[in-house]
């Protein structure tokens, strides 16, 4: 069923009613069937047979949402530059939702009225670099299921990584390293040798001619450290393409200069779980395409 842009719709089920806005093509589906939908959509939730507030939430610039469950598990698709939350308290501008963000909830918050506050989990990040998909829900149950499936490494990312150099994809196609994080330069930077174990499957590589050498990398964490693929990437003599921080400087300004490439090319292209709620099994899967 196709949708105008200016076609608003309400969507029951159980617990909770949404408000969807509609302008971009995606695929739901909700309480068993099938939606398509065209234009960005635009999310608002309350009590069933309560009013339901029809402003939209105000997503960052570019943000899109690309799968919608009916417990109110969202996968959004965010363009590179744009923040998976506020750096600094009180700034949220530039990120996934312009809203205030609570650090210790790890939840945008929207008021309603003087005695209401509507809370948005983000349930995982993304560097504000990367481009493509991260998990959001606005059912507090959900929020710890999925936590708790990210912590039990049941949560499948798959990500591509254009880089330089070419893969042999001699022994194990399993990167497993130790990895730690500190503060430098008012930013985070990951270090290779100590810390917490960072796992990464090499799924694919394909080499593609041209100078300088590149190659275009499927890859899917285990583990979700920060930095985690750019720093293992570049250990193996495989630096993403626009890395300012373990990249080939060189090679960047090259590429930059050459092919237009100006970004960090990581992009995270399909993000699937399943979880259990009142006795039901669910899944929710969701795909993006790279847009380099």
């Known amino acids: 069923m196709m949708l105008s842009k200016t076609c608003t719709r309400k969507l029951l089920c159980a617990q909770v009613c949404y408000v969807l806005s509609v302008g971009r093509s995606i695929e739901m589906k909700l309480v068993g069937v099938k939606v398509e939908r065209r234009g960005p959509i635009i999310l608002g939730s309350c009590k069933v047979k309560e009013s339901v507030d029809e402003n939209a939430y105000p997503w960052g610039d570019g943000v899109q949402i690309a799968a919608l ?26 990120c996934l939702l312009n809203l205030p963000y609570d650090e210790e909830l790890q939840a945008f918050k929207l008021g309603r009225g003087s005695d209401a506050e509507e809370l948005v989990y983000l349930l995982n990040r993304l560097d504000s670099a990367t481009s493509g998909l991260l998990l959001m829900t606005v059912n507090e149950r959900l929020r710890d299921l ?20 070419t893969s042999r994809r001699e022994g194990s196609n399993l990167w497993k390293d130790r990895l730690s994080v500190s503060k430098s330069q008012g930013g985070l930077r990951a270090s290779l040798g100590s810390g917490v174990a960072a796992e990464t499957k090499l799924l694919s590589s394909q080499p593609i001619s041209g100078i300088p050498v590149m190659s275009l990398l499927t890859l899917s964490p285990q583990t979700g450290r920060t930095h985690q693929l750019r720093i293992q990437a570049s250990k193996r003599g495989l630096p ?49 395409k790279r847009p380099f």
């Open 146 to 165: 999925i936590r708790d499936a990210f912590e039990k490494r049941r949560v499948r990312k798959v990500y591509e990584a254009l880089v330089f150099g």
């Open 240 to 288: 993403i393409v626009g890395d300012r921080t373990y990249g080939n400087f060189a090679k960047n300004k090259h590429v930059a200069r050459s092919k237009g490439l100006k970004r960090l090319c990581l992009h995270c292209t399909e993000t699937s779980v399943e979880y259990v709620l009142g006795g039901k099994k669910f899944h929710l899967k969701a795909k993006s």
């Open 69 to 94: 469950d009916e417990n109110g598990l969202i996968a959004v698709d965010k363009p590179a530059g744009i923040l998976s939350h506020p750096n600094r308290k009180g700034d949220a501008s530039g």
